[in-house]
């Protein structure tokens, strides 16, 4: 079972839909959990990080789901920009160790 | 302040050549990753250093890869007798600390070999 999968779509959508991403993580001791954004041939740019709680940064909303070990990211709104892949990524914590990244999920909005 | 900076951007390396990649961690943070990403595949961890440390090289290929962050300069990723399956994008990222904390990417080196 790979460490982080995600649906690599891609999930294409017209402008102003609201599109969700889900992803799931074999390791239950991860304790932090982050979105990050990837544009064609560019680097991974942070999206938000991903809380106990749930968290919402404008249009977007990251949930958590320990028990099910699932992450999930919800876009309301769409627009063109927000055409990029989303990365899922998931960090164990423990005596220092790196961010595991997901494929990616690839989102194409169109007008 | 500075992000993380990573150069050359791009490297144009013949079989068997070495390739030598560069990262600058931004100001204050002392972790460093390295990352490879082929054509249309996703990020593959290499390898985490601290200062003068590895601290996880479980990604590292065992044979030609090498990587190290000096007490002083850059971390360097180094590649010997490069191959053609070496072509990909490697990207540096670096964080504050190592436990959940966020990382920042630089641009990343393009690498072909031809």
């Known amino acids: 079972r790979k460490e982080v999968e995600q649906d690599p779509g891609p999930f294409n959508v017209p402008e102003g839909a609201t599109v969700a991403f889900n992803c799931t993580y074999s390791n239950s001791a991860s304790q932090s959990f982050f979105w990050y954004r990837q544009d064609c041939r560019k680097e991974p740019k942070l999206l938000m990080s991903v809380y106990s709680s749930g968290n919402e940064d404008g249009r977007f909303t990251a949930q958590l789901n320990r028990a099910s070990q699932y992450i999930s990211l919800l876009i309301r709104d769409s627009k063109l920009s927000d055409s990029a892949t989303y990365l899922c990524?998931?960090?164990?914590?423990?005596?220092?160790?790196?961010?595991?990244f997901g494929k990616g999920t690839t989102l194409s909005v169109s007008s | 302040n500075a992000g993380v900076m990573q150069n050359p951007r791009h490297l144009v390396r013949r079989r068997g050549q070495e390739a030598r990649l560069r990262c600058s961690p931004m100001?204050?943070?002392?972790?460093v990753y390295w990352y490879r990403q082929l054509p249309e595949e996703g990020l593959k961890f290499m390898v985490y250093?601290?200062?003068?440390?590895?601290?996880?090289e479980s990604g590292m290929p065992k044979e030609r890869f090498s990587a190290e962050f000096p007490k002083e300069g850059p971390s360097i990723l180094r590649i010997q007798q490069v191959v053609r399956g070496d072509s990909a994008a490697y990207f540096c990222?670096?964080?504050?600390?190592?436990?959940?904390?966020?990382?920042?990417f630089g641009q990343g080196t393009r690498l072909t070999v031809v």
């Open positions: 990222a670096s964080s504050e600390g190592g436990r959940g904390v966020e990382a920042f």
């Open positions: 250093l601290q200062k003068e440390n590895i601290i996880d």
């Open positions: 990524v998931v960090n164990i914590g423990q005596g220092g160790t790196a961010l595991i």
């Open positions: 100001k204050g943070h002392s972790h």
